[in-house]
């Protein structure tokens, strides 16, 4: 038993218990990822960090490492599958980068950056959605959300507060508040819960900040989200 | 509830009160949804604090199954079943008489609360259609006079106890029998046999039978139940899958009504030979007039020592089985989605591993089996591994049920040996000029004249049992219209391909039938189609664009007769425009030419 792997050619090692994504992060390798967070339960839904496993494509989040598979996750096939992914994210929701506080440090936008995304290709939802701006200081724009459930594991696990929920069935799956209103404004969060801290898009952002860090400074202006690392790990101190 | 290291323990005392388990927050929200129409908001904060969950949980779970809502319906709710095969039989026409008699939009409720109307995804009746739910009970075989009845009954507020008998007449009798349906039962005998002979015999006996789930996956029997048996847990359970929500299928239907004592058998042998305490039926919320029926038989049998405390005078050997509604939702079908449901939650598929048979519901070892799978079951130890491979093929030994309907004189209930060519089915039910089958439902295959000569059998075209018949008359895109969307209404929504896929290859169909589509069109449902079978999370993901990626490959005339123009046409050839470029700089690789345009 040796406990290694091999991903793209490269001998990864793996502790019993550890998925893929698990080892693959520990030994530097970067697996595409949008709802994938390792201070969370793994979730598998947006399938960006889908690789080929002995010839049939998991996700790497959830799927545990074993002895000696063939793991294969930069091919052209699973590159040009995780473009297509994000083009379907992109015509979901509504994703106009040009005008959104998160431009530069979103890692949708720094994912489709890295995976050659140029331009979208499908017929767009244009759906309406709302923002809510009833918090004092945290705002949320549903058009972005990506239904990744980070901000509701981690406001059930970590905040013990449980306010966020997902509604609906299908594409009408959508992001709920627990509150009277439904709103945020009436609800238990607070800007240093960790849910606060946890969205990889611009759809829970600090209310009176935006565009405060100039073109060429921002979280993956510099290099691609493979060498910098995910929002989350960043977003740890509230923004200034 | 007892809780045991954090987990709710099940106990046996609190299953089967009013046929409904008390505990799970769905089965609470589906007496609710009968009893006041709608979820009130203050049923929603009581329940929120019974059950330990917030009220934004609560509604998501509402919002999840069609069944249950948050607004009033009517104090009739009207719902037609929407397959293919009812379009085929007029369901649409039947639909709008409903509307007008009424004067209720389809997809609303009528102002004074009085009715709603809508259509709701097969029911399962496409041998006595068309059919529809009324505040969840079945009425089948829908003609203009019986809509004018209906109306009629509506509109002077009569009970639906009150209403014709002959409305909710739901024929149950096979057309065809074989093996299975000829051998008559005996009750307990396959409990017996395990009882005396242990369970490693049973586990050995199901093997060379050569049992395959009969739900559609084809998963060996007696390798689940043996997976079971050898899990860790403190506490086994056995589930019946009777979501049966595969467009076409209804022949779990026709076993539920009449012959569940076979089905009881099953999954006490099952119980018995994996060593469960607890069972469930997951019965799909379309199938409630089967309620009371099956109560009846649950009774019968611990009444005869059969279910229960001491089966079969043996100490020690307890297992009983509560009934579960669905509440439309055809996910709910896969077996992990199931678990979650039974659980009382939104009925989204698990990451598997771990699979059910390691951690299933409540994280206990769980058995999920088909309805017909554990009647088979039971009748293999009854009768012996050689009468079941009395028939069938090598690989696919044994008989399959069919449920067939849609073009042919005699739509119904068919036991066939598998091995079985298409054309002899075809013969038998009464179809005539066919030009098309789908077999396996949506998320099966659409099999066309040149391949009739095909059979039904694991290793050649599998299925869970629906057989949908089309001839030369029916337009085939409006089936496969039918069935893409019908995936994008069933998607759980919880990936990306398939909650996005499944809407935009609606999209994408829709241009293609107004006439606005170009070759363009059909290269990106191909691609969306292909991205769905490669990366989605569950089976429904993965098969929900099988019926255009089918159309495509086998009936392109359908496809091609529609479009805008025969290519898409960009303004220039890209390739051709790089030639200049291409030959200033000298270079002829790879990356110096556009093939399919680019990505």
Same mark, same amino acid.
């Given at each position: ?74 091919? =052209?096939?699973?590159?040009? $599958? ?12 509504? =994703? ?12 949708? $936008? ?61 594409? =009408? ?48 202006? $510099? ?11 960043? $977003? ?5 | ?217 084809? #998963? ?33 239907? #026709? ?14 042998? &099952? ?47 307890? #297992? ?11 996910? &709910? ?136 018949? #089309? ?26 391909? &398939? ?101």
């Amino acid at each position: 038993m040796s406990n290694h792997f091999t991903l793209d050619g490269v001998t990864v090692p793996f502790t019993t218990g550890q998925t893929i994504m698990d080892a693959a992060l520990k030994a530097g390798i970067y697996i595409p990822h949008l709802c994938h967070n390792p201070e969370f339960t793994p979730h598998g839904s947006c399938r960006l960090c889908t690789v080929s496993v002995n010839g049939r494509n998991v996700a790497a989040c959830t799927t545990p490492a074993a002895d000696n598979m063939q793991v294969e996750n930069e091919t =052209h096939e699973l590159t040009t $599958q995780r473009r297509l992914l994000l083009k379907l994210l992109f015509v979901e929701g509504n =994703h106009a980068c040009p005008a959104c506080e998160k431009s530069g440090a979103c890692q949708l $936008q720094a994912v489709a950056y890295h995976c050659g995304m140029l331009a979208p290709e499908f017929i767009h939802f244009y759906p309406k959605r709302a923002v809510d701006a009833s918090h004092k200081e945290t705002l949320i724009d549903f058009n972005r959300c990506i239904l990744c459930e980070l901000c509701v594991r981690a406001s059930l696990d970590v905040d013990k507060k449980n306010v966020f929920a997902i509604s609906g069935r299908g594409i =009408h799956s959508h992001l709920t508040i627990n509150s009277p209103s439904g709103k945020l404004g009436d609800s238990d969060f607070t800007t240093s819960d960790k849910a606060a801290r946890v969205c990889p898009v611009g759809a829970i952002l600090p209310k009176h900040k935006g565009y405060n860090k100039p073109i060429g400074k921002r979280l993956y202006d $510099q290099s691609s989200i493979s060498q910098v690392g995910d929002v989350a790990q960043h $977003q740890e101190a509230a923004d200034e | 509830m007892m809780m045991e290291n954090g987990v709710p323990k099940v106990e046996l005392g609190m299953l089967h009160s009013e046929g409904l388990e008390p505990g799970s927050l769905l089965q609470r929200l589906i007496v609710l949804q009968q009893k006041h129409r709608f979820i009130p908001e203050q049923e929603i904060t009581r329940l929120a604090h019974t059950c330990n969950v917030t009220e934004a949980q609560i509604t998501g779970v509402i919002e999840f199954y069609s069944f249950l809502h948050t607004s009033p319906r009517g104090e009739y709710d009207i719902l037609v079943s929407d397959n293919i095969t009812d379009q085929m039989q007029g369901s649409h026409l039947l639909a709008d008489l409903l509307s007008k008699g009424l004067g209720v939009a389809l997809g609303t409720t009528r102002n004074d609360l009085r009715v709603s109307l809508d259509y709701t995804s097969c029911i399962g009746m496409g041998d006595q259609g068309p059919a529809a739910l009324i505040n969840g009970q079945t009425i089948t075989r829908l003609t203009p006079s019986r809509i004018h009845q209906i109306v009629q009954l509506i509109e002077a507020s009569t009970p639906l106890s009150q209403w014709p008998d002959a409305f909710f007449q739901v024929d149950a009798k096979a057309l065809r029998s074989d093996l299975l349906l000829k051998s008559d039962f005996s009750p307990g005998a396959a409990l017996s046999s395990c009882l005396e002979q242990g369970p490693t015999s049973i586990f050995n006996r199901l093997e060379q039978a050569g049992l395959r789930g009969c739900g559609g996956a084809g #998963f060996s029997t007696a390798a689940k139940w043996r997976f079971c048996a050898s899990a860790a847990g403190e506490q086994r359970v056995v589930v019946c899958n009777a979501d049966e929500g595969e467009p076409g299928t209804f022949k779990d239907r #026709f076993l539920l009504q009449s012959h569940a004592d076979r089905l009881i058998e099953g999954m006490t042998l &099952c119980a018995a030979a994996v060593g469960a305490g607890i069972g469930f039926i997951y019965l799909r919320g379309e199938y409630r007039y089967l309620l009371e029926s099956l109560q009846t038989t649950l009774d019968k049998r611990r009444n005869e020592g059969l279910l229960g405390p001491a089966i079969l005078g043996q100490e020690g050997f307890d #297992f009983d089985i509560s009934i579960h509604l669905g509440a439309g939702a055809y996910i &709910c079908g896969e077996e992990s989605a199931l678990i979650e449901s039974l659980e009382g939650k939104r009925g989204i598929p698990r990451s598997r591993p771990p699979f059910p048979v390691s951690q299933g519901y409540l994280n206990y070892p769980t058995v999920v089996n088909n309805v017909e799978t554990f009647c088979n079951a039971a009748m293999i130890i009854q009768q012996g591994v050689d009468w079941y491979r009395s028939i069938g093929t090598t690989t696919s030994p044994g008989s399959k049920l069919l449920s067939i309907s849609g073009d042919c004189d005699r739509p119904g209930i068919y036991e066939f040996p598998f091995g079985t060519t298409i054309s002899d089915i075809l013969n038998q039910c009464g179809a005539h000029q066919t030009m098309a089958v789908q077999v396996g439902g949506a998320a099966g295959r659409l099999i066309a004249a040149t391949e009739f000569h095909r059979t039904i059998a694991f290793e050649d075209i599998p299925t869970g049992g629906s057989f949908m018949v #089309f001839n030369q008359s029916r337009e085939l895109l409006r089936a496969i219209e039918n069935f893409t969307q019908f995936f994008k209404h069933e998607s759980c929504g919880f990936c990306t391909p &398939c909650r996005v896929g499944s809407s935009l290859l609606v999209k994408q169909l829709n241009k293609v039938m107004v006439g606005h589509a170009t070759t363009k069109d059909l290269e990106e449902m191909s691609i969306l189609g292909s991205l769905m079978q490669k990366t989605s999370h569950c089976g429904l993901g993965q098969t929900a664009a099988n019926p255009i990626l089918d159309g495509l490959g086998k009936f392109p005339h359908l496809f091609q007769s529609r479009l805008r123009a025969t290519r898409f046409e960009p303004a220039f050839d890209l390739d051709a425009s790089l030639e200049e470029a291409r030959q200033l700089t000298g270079r002829d690789d790879p990356d110096a030419h556009l093939e399919g345009g680019g990505v």
